[in-house]
């Protein structure tokens, strides 16, 4: 990425209301987080580890940070391979692709019928995956930009988090119901099924075999499903 393709604010501005949503570039400059003031912010940590936010030049004119593709709160984003765009997903149902620097507009790949909930890459076959408020759970190829699965969920729940963990085939989805279902993304099907004891905010998994869950006010460690 060219240093001449961003140009830096002097001062870090925050939203005024809740962030939803944030993800690291792969390199780990930059990061990005989405909310309920619908746009997205990219940011980057300087020498002195402060946070910057950088803001995209177009048409010559410095302008607010990544878009303002969405017409809704930001749900899920997340970094794409290569680091230059961030896709997000929003209530307003649009999973959207926006690049961090200047030139080029927001791409809306998919339009939904009913808010977006939450959103993660699997990297090795650079899907994204999306679930909705009620409880479909979808997965769009970057490559063929097409979908290639879908699962559905009988209460009709909203998906609220979801992880695909490193070096697996797997897919994590945890709802609102306090549901939590392995995917199986090679063969489509739903390997696994258990209940938590609360609704998570949050899941990530760091490792083929480790995830973290934030939930009823705490961290804990779980193992991933085994296949």
């Not at 870090?12 to 909310?35: E, K, M, T, W």
């Not at 290569?82 to 030139?103: C, F, N, Q, R, Y």
């Not at 085939?169 to 199986?184: E, H, I, Q, V």
Request: charged share 20%; proline share 6%; net charge positive.
């Amino acid at each position: 990425m060219s240093s001449d393709a961003l140009a830096p604010s002097n001062k870090i501005v925050l939203p005024r209301r809740r962030i939803n949503c944030v993800s690291f570039s792969p390199c780990g400059r930059y990061f990005a987080a989405g909310g309920d003031d619908f746009i997205i912010r990219v940011a980057s940590a300087g020498d002195d580890c402060s946070l910057r936010v950088w803001r995209g030049v177009t048409g010559g004119t410095p302008t607010s940070t990544a878009s303002h593709s969405h017409a809704e709160a930001v749900a899920g984003l997340r970094f794409l391979p290569g680091g230059a765009e961030v896709a997000s997903a929003g209530l307003d149902g649009k999973l959207v692709i926006s690049p961090i620097s200047g030139g080029k507009n927001p791409k809306i790949l998919r339009k939904e019928s009913e808010g977006l909930s939450a959103l993660e890459l699997w990297t090795p076959g650079e899907l994204l995956a999306f679930g909705s408020v009620k409880g479909g759970l979808k997965g769009w190829s970057l490559g063929s930009q097409r979908e290639v699965f879908r699962f559905e969920h009988t209460q009709k729940v909203s998906v609220l988090c979801l992880c695909a963990p490193p070096g697996t085939s797997l897919l994590l989805a945890a709802y609102a119901d306090r549901s939590f279902r392995t995917f199986d993304l090679k063969t489509k099907t739903v390997a696994a099924e258990t209940n938590l004891l609360t609704a998570p905010l949050a899941l990530v998994s760091p490792s083929e075999s480790q995830i973290f869950l934030a939930e009823g006010g705490k961290i804990s460690e779980r193992s991933v499903p085994k296949l």
